[in-house]
């Protein structure tokens, strides 16, 4: 898959999975690898810019197996931001559908 | 290469970047390696997932010197936000280094002449005083008159360098999001 269209959507990603859940860096960088093949050293970066745009705040917290997690929390900013991004993935990915489909009954 | 290798290149990487935001990206990436490790990863399977902490190092200085040039506007912070953004690909250097030379010569030439209008009257002074004087007052007034000039057009300057200033900002960001992939939104 295309890397610069994989970093567009990355944003999004991370901001959904903040929707309903804090979230720490490892979490976050474990559930996308999961899905999709990322370059891990690529979220910290895109998490420290997302922040400085402020979609999210972070806070430390002590944890009981090990070091304490700076959790990100998404932020109103951050929630509205992402509702765009969904809503026009949504019709993005709808018309690709749509033309794939076209595409195929031209055969 | 082990985790402390790793986080020391990354900190060679990060040099010109604040100590306060230098020392909270390393605490980020050493959490990192330590929830890694706790779930049972060894140093080198995390490092093999991160991948070049000086590529990684690149990323951050370039958003961070980006941040600082938009609170911030001055010269400093804009050529330190364009070096930033051409080492991280050598796309950047012909569609932000050309224009950004030839933005900064065409305002040079432009203070230049308005410079030169300003200092006009010094001109006229300087010129063999009987000759001035032989023209009557005529090269005084139009001295003046094009000195008074000058400083008009050096407000209009003035103004038009700044906007224009804020314009390469822009265009640095556009640059940096279609590297980066993504288009970043303008929500301030």
Request: proline fraction near 3%; charge should be neutral; charged fraction near 20%.
């Amino acid at each position: 898959m295309n890397v610069q269209f994989k970093k567009g959507v990355l944003e999004m990603c991370v901001l959904a999975l903040l929707k309903h859940k804090d979230r720490y860096g490892y979490e976050l960088v474990q559930i996308i690898s999961d899905y999709m093949a990322i370059g891990e050293g690529t979220v910290y970066p895109l998490l420290r810019r997302l922040a400085t745009e402020e979609y999210f705040t972070s806070y430390l917290q002590e944890s009981a197996e090990g070091p304490p997690r700076k959790y990100y929390k998404l932020s109103t900013k951050g929630s509205a931001y992402l509702e765009e991004m969904v809503a026009e993935w949504t019709q993005f990915s709808h018309a690709v559908q749509l033309i794939l489909m076209e595409g195929n009954r031209d055969e | 290469m082990n985790k402390q290798q790793f986080l020391q290149e990354l900190t060679e990487g990060l040099k010109g970047i604040p100590d306060v935001e230098r020392l909270d990206i390393i605490r980020d990436y050493e959490e990192y390696f330590l929830v890694g490790m706790e779930k049972g990863k060894t140093e080198a399977q995390i490092i093999a997932g991160l991948g070049s902490a000086k590529q990684i190092a690149k990323e951050l200085r370039a958003t961070y010197h980006l941040e600082a040039v938009r609170e911030k506007p001055n010269v400093k912070n804009l050529f330190r936000a364009a070096i930033a953004l051409i080492s991280l690909t050598v796309f950047n250097l012909i569609f932000v280094l050309g224009p950004l030379l030839g933005l900064i010569g065409l305002l040079i030439g432009c203070w230049s002449v308005v410079l030169a209008m300003v200092a006009a009257p010094i001109w006229t002074g300087l010129q063999d005083a009987d000759a001035v004087h032989a023209m009557g007052a005529f090269p005084w007034f139009g001295s003046i008159a094009i000195c008074g000039a000058g400083i008009l057009l050096g407000v209009i300057l003035y103004y038009l360098s700044k906007w224009l200033g804020k314009g390469v900002v822009w265009y640095m960001q556009f640059n940096l999001s279609m590297v980066k992939g993504g288009l970043k939104h303008e929500g301030h």
